[in-house]
């Protein structure tokens, strides 16, 4: 079973992605920042950049019957839609 979630934060697409066989991703602009292997609970972390400075990014993805997804920018909790 594959998850996959997908923000926009100014302009810059954010997509994370969770699948039993290859694990949780973290994507900005369809380029892979960060990648984990976990069962139960995994963080991803990842920057944006911008024309200003660089920007963090964190995404914590955990559950047990089903993976829940809450992603970050610079600490503040960005709006995400699930897709799959």
């Known amino acids: 079973m594959k998850s996959i979630w997908i923000a926009n ?3 810059v697409e954010i997509r994370i992605e ?3 066989l290859k ?7 369809g380029k892979l920042q960060d990648q984990q292997m976990n069962a ?3 963080v991803l972390t990842g920057k944006i950049q911008t ?8 995404a914590n993805l955990g559950g047990f019957f089903s ?3 809450r992603l970050f920018v610079e600490n503040e909790l960005i709006e995400i839609k699930k897709i799959k």
């Open 9 to 11: 934060y100014n302009g």
């Open 23 to 29: 694990g949780e991703s973290l994507y900005v602009d």
């Open 67 to 69: 993976v829940n997804c």
């Open 40 to 42: 139960f609970s995994s």
């Open 51 to 58: 024309s200003e400075s660089d920007k963090s990014i964190k």
């Open 18 to 20: 969770n699948s039993w």
